[in-house]
């Protein structure tokens, strides 16, 4: 359940590669878009007529915790192994029942078959009290309650893992919509700078002093900037479908993310006190811990069925109602000790002794793999996010280049010195730059929340 989570937010922007001559930022006041392309805007925002409301990250957290079912199914598995603890301390406790007896029978006949018991059947009525007392098993029901109350432990623990299981799914669910956010904005300012281009060339074109051939490269890069939006937009609706289901809401709602002012939070150094951290505090680990003790524990228990179980045994009672030949009038009472000592039952004591130390073995290997597996999962995960730390300062750059590119490109074409394939060139770089950065910052922050899931520091 708990494996490094490797969010590829690139993935939304990949549509941006492919294109040949794409998206621009230049600062050209934006036109008025067509009216294919506001309807197509207007219908992908969703079906909700409700302005989106604002959420952060934090909120959404607490949305999933309080609504997703996970949560709620975890907890009650958990408050049910809590009452198995008290299921299995009831033998130590005594068992006190009352009967009342009344029989008519052919009077002073006899059982022929079926009872080694007093066999006479008499006229009789009567009413008491039976209790039962455990002295003493020899540790089996001492054991049993251990295993229980640690399985209950583990049962907890496993509720604290799918907290941050549910916790990490709603932060990269909401840096994913966040991403998809960001890049259709950037789509929409590339339609309306593409747009404002557009009819730059067609003006130059209708005066004689550009060709048909700028106007048709113009007009090819407009209609795939408008395609980047419907994309996006896409992706956007997408995104928020899965955070909806991630929050555990009934009804679809439309959300305006708010992305966290604050600087992204420190990568540490190195991913060796990371490592300590995950194995000192993954509650799936600790789950898988107290399960191993509990296994243990009922190993011996089994074990202990084997061993003889002393109990004591009361009764007292009165018969109103019968022949005082053979019953008190006023009362009857009588105690006793048994002792059960188990001499043969075809091996089953045995066999279910070493099947529970088998189980106790094979749950001692689970433990070590994931051991294992976290310190294998919390290695990468810092690989991971530094070398995302180091694209971020890259991708920084790169937008600064593209944007200089872009301003030189400009400058060219307006002078006549340069073609509309190198502005367009130019302008698709600047935008795939603007979007790499953004995949950059949230891919960062996926990578962050990965960590705090690995290293058990959820908030």
Known sequence: MHKLVRVSLLSWSVLVVSLSAQTSMLPLPAAPLNLAYQSASASGSGSSADAPTLLTRQEAEKISLANNPQISVTRLLALAQKQVVRETRADYLPTLFGSVTGVGAEQASRLATGSLASSR?????????????????FGRTTNLIASSSLQAKAAAANAEATREDIVLATDLAFYRALEAQATLEVAKSTVAARQSVDDQVRALTASK?????????????????????????NNVDAANAQLNEILGLPTMKQYQLVDDTAAPSALAPDSDALIQ????????LMALDLAHQAAQKFTRAQREQLLPTVSAMGVVGTTPLGSSTYYSPNWYGAAAVNINVPIFNGFRFTAEASEADFRAKAVSEQTRNLHDRI????RTAWLTANTDQQRMLVTKQLVMEANSALDLAKARYQLGLGSIVELSQAQLQQTQAAISDANAKYLF???????????????
């Open 121 to 137: 059947l008499l006229n009789h009525m009567g009413a008491g009290v039976e209790l039962n007392q455990l002295i003493s098993d």
């Open 209 to 233: 002093l550009k060709s048909d051939l700028d106007l048709s490269f113009a007009d090819v890069n407009l209609s795939e900037a408008k395609l980047l939006v419907l994309d996006a937009q």
């Open 277 to 284: 951290s995950a194995l000192q505090q993954r509650p799936d």
């Open 375 to 378: 310190v294998r999962d919390v």
């Open 445 to 459: 922050e996926s990578d962050m929340a990965a960590i705090r899931f690995q290293t058990g520091t959820q908030p």
